[in-house]
């Protein structure tokens, strides 16, 4: 393959501009992409990635922005997503477009159905289906069920679609960031041989290392601005130097520095045992006990399906599962929230890993989602909501976690991923809760947001909250944690101070099974 910049350009986006009520999202936005190349587009939340990914695949249509499309050496005006997909541009959304009542062939092929005499052709359907599968390296039966697969296969059937429509530019908004590393490392792998067969790829992620491993090209945006193009072949591109160029400084340390202030055991699970909500033969806890005193931050670490989520959920009003028995302690007192809201009312607070699904109403405004879980706070009289007061607290909150807004009165559906992720964040501090569980809280966010909400958790733990950390970061638990648990098949493997922990260990307590390669 010839190298990526011996190759011609396949798209040049000219001095793009986008506007929305209040806010510039895109000012002046150039790059190229060049032939049989992945090209990566760096920034921070809110930079206008994906909405310049928007332009380009007719999302945002034609004449709703200002500037040019170049493609294939011609202008193009969009008018919508099947105006881009007609000459071979397909995007692959952060949040899957699949129907999960439908099968892996169905899904493939949806909008796009191989007909016979105006008929569905099913045999074809699956015949081609499972040669799709095959290239993007994915075995089952084409007739599976959408909802049975885990989102790592998800994601491959997003790509076989893509491919079914003979893509010949693939843009892929945070494709790993649902991911554990092993499908992580199929999925650019899958990347590197689109490339050879000479398709091109634009990539948007957070995780540096994978971008740095997988790209020709780095273009990197800032506040609705590009910033600089980098070419990886070149040699001189590191982390350091993404990272730098995102947040327009160095960030000597991705994590903040902290001197923990811990207390006595302020929240403690006893023999916790909970059954899997449709086949119940299975437990997906089994027996977890866990502790955390004031002003510590533990961690959970596991492999994905390990039970890590399902242990917190279960704890948090047994919002998941069949509980069969367990305790739940709190400054020494046992609590039996059976509800989210006797939960709620009890101290503790949960932010789940799917922020759009079970975090948010995004067809709520801003401030209303940050009084939400707990409304009665906000009312005078019991029943009447003080405004004036919830728009006090609402900008006191933006200011505090620097949610990029015009107002606090819009759309949470006009933020981006990390601003969402602070507006939950947002909300579960309103309610003033004693115990934190965090899970996965910096999934799909930026370096530069990382660090604040890693000192946000700093911050939390020093007023002698208990903060529980789910991640399957373990560089992030190993950065933020006191102790960290580790979690394998339902059951706690291990318990180790994180100053005597690394990955190794970790990955041993998480997988009994695991050999060093």
């Not at 596991?302 to 704890?315: H, V």
Request: hydrophobic share 40%.
């Amino acid at each position: 393959m010839a190298a990526a910049s011996d190759n011609p350009v396949v798209l040049e986006m000219r001095h793009i501009v986008k506007e929305f009520p209040g806010v510039r999202a895109l000012d002046d936005v150039s790059f190229q992409v060049t032939r049989a190349s992945i090209h990566s587009l760096c920034g921070e939340n809110g930079a206008g990635k994906s909405t310049l990914m928007k332009v380009l695949s007719g999302v945002w249509p034609h004449g709703s922005y200002s500037g040019e499309v170049i493609y294939e050496g011609q202008e193009c005006r969009f008018r919508n997503v099947r105006d881009s997909a007609s000459v071979g541009i397909a995007i692959i959304h952060q949040e899957l477009a699949l129907i999960p009542e439908l099968t892996i062939a169905e899904n493939i092929f949806l909008g796009n159905e191989i007909k016979r005499g105006g008929v569905i052709d099913w045999l074809e359907t699956r015949k081609r289906a499972a040669l799709l599968m095959a290239e993007v390296g994915l075995d089952d039966d084409p007739n599976t069920p959408i909802k049975e697969l885990g989102v790592g296969k998800q994601q491959l059937v997003e790509i076989a679609k893509a491919l079914s429509k003979n893509v010949r530019l693939l843009i892929l908004d945070e494709p790993t960031s649902a991911l554990n590393e092993e499908e992580s490392a199929h999925l650019l792998d899958l990347m590197r041989k689109q490339r050879e067969r000479g398709i091109s790829q634009i990539m948007i992620s957070h995780k540096l290392g994978e971008i740095e491993a997988v790209s020709d090209q780095i273009t990197v945006i800032r506040d609705g601005r590009t910033i600089e193009t980098m070419d990886v072949k070149d040699g001189h591109v590191n982390e350091d130097r993404i990272i730098s160029s995102m947040v327009g400084r160095a960030l000597d340390n991705r994590f903040p520095p902290r001197t923990p202030q811990i207390g006595e055991v302020r929240f403690s699970v006893k023999d916790w045992w909970v059954r899997h909500p449709i086949n119940t033969e299975r437990y997906v806890c089994k027996g977890s006990s866990i502790e955390v005193r004031g002003g510590e931050v533990v961690g959970l670490a596991g492999l994905m399906g390990a039970g890590r989520t399902e242990l917190a959920r279960s704890i948090f009003g047994q919002s998941y599962g069949i509980f069969e028995s367990g305790q739940v302690f709190l400054d020494g007192v046992e609590i039996k929230a059976k509800s989210v809201p006797a939960a709620i009312n009890a101290g503790l607070a949960y932010l789940p890993e799917d922020r759009k699904v079970q975090g948010l109403n995004m067809l709520d405004n801003i401030k209303g989602q940050i009084i939400s879980a707990k409304m009665k706070k906000a009312c005078r009289s019991g029943f009447v909501i003080d405004w004036p007061s919830v728009m006090q607290v609402a900008e006191d909150y933006r200011r505090d976690l620097r949610i990029k807004t015009p107002s606090v009165d819009n759309l949470l559906s006009s933020l981006s991923g990390g601003n969402m992720q602070k507006v939950v964040l947002a909300k579960w501090m309103y309610t003033d809760p004693k115990v934190l569980i965090l899970d996965e809280p910096t999934r799909g966010i930026d370096v530069g947001a990382k660090y604040e909400i890693y000192g946000l958790i700093a911050k939390l733990a020093e007023r002698g909250m208990a903060v529980v950390v789910i991640s399957s970061e373990l560089p992030e638990l190993l950065g933020i944690t006191d102790r960290i648990y580790t979690v394998f098949e339902g059951e706690i493997t291990g318990c180790t101070d994180t100053a005597q922990a690394d990955q190794e260990s970790l990955l041993r307590l998480m997988n009994p099974t695991w050999k060093k390669p």
